[in-house]
């Protein structure tokens, strides 16, 4: 039972440099998002994307980029890393986004702690 | 705007029983989740309200009033293991999707 996986876990960069946080999912969601968890706060929204080849942008978007080319693939990109993005990463993703049985449920990978220096 | 409040904090001793309370402002409903996260993990699914009521399971039930904008997580018989932030999240329609808004979270403590 692989669900959500992402990789690395762990990661030091230093500012200005540049990286990708890997995402794939095996339940053949449609919908896939990448939030971001800084602490006492809440998840926020960095992207999200409602199938192969359709991204569109959440509420904290700027310095991050995304790509869809499969259905279980998500990978984030960070350009030019700066402290602000020093935060807890978790890509998710779920089968719909309507009420449904268990209003589509959000299920998320297990995080990635990037830290910048 | 879109809001979501939940205590901070919350302590509780084993065995007892503890109310987690969330409310929440959203332009538009479509349904709340309450979700527990141990501390440097991912967040779990426990539970989903959409309509008015209390859905029971097991040691857990969640209770929602949407005219009041209101939801509830009861924990009962509460075992060091629930020591976690519980989180509420509303899904809320617009951009194009139905979006799911987090709370702060509720970080509870769990004491023998």
């Known amino acids: 039972n692989a669900g959500v996986t992402q990789t690395p876990k762990f990661r030091i960069l230093k500012i200005g440099q540049s990286m990708t946080l890997q995402c794939a999912q095996d339940?053949?969601?449609?919908?896939m998002y990448w939030y971001r968890q800084d602490p006492g706060m809440g998840l926020k929204l960095i992207y999200y994307s409602v199938g192969a080849g359709i991204t569109d942008k959440g509420e904290v978007p700027n310095g991050y980029n995304v790509s869809r080319s499969t259905t279980e693939d998500f990978p984030l990109r960070l350009e030019l890393a700066a402290p602000s993005q020093t935060s807890v990463y978790f890509c998710?993703?779920?089968f719909g986004t309507g009420k449904g049985y268990s209003g589509n449920t959000i299920y998320f990978g297990e995080g990635s702690w990037l830290t910048v220096v | 705007g879109q809001n979501i409040d939940q205590p901070t904090e919350m302590t509780a001793t084993e065995g007892a029983i503890v109310q987690i309370n969330c409310t929440y402002q959203?332009?538009?409903?479509?349904?709340l989740f309450w979700y527990q996260q141990h501390a440097g993990e991912a967040p779990t699914f426990l539970s989903y309200?959409?309509?008015?009521g209390l859905e029971e399971k097991g040691r857990f039930s969640s209770f929602l009033s949407r005219s009041k904008g209101y939801s509830y997580l009861l924990l009962k018989e509460l075992q060091m293991k629930d020591s976690a932030s519980y989180l509420c999240a509303v899904r809320s329609p617009g951009g194009g999707y139905n979006k799911l808004i987090f709370g702060a979270g509720t970080r509870l403590a769990v004491h023998p």
């Open positions: 959203t332009s538009g409903f479509n349904g």
């Open positions: 309200n959409v309509l008015d």
């Open positions: 339940m053949n969601h449609n919908y």
């Open positions: 998710a993703s779920s």
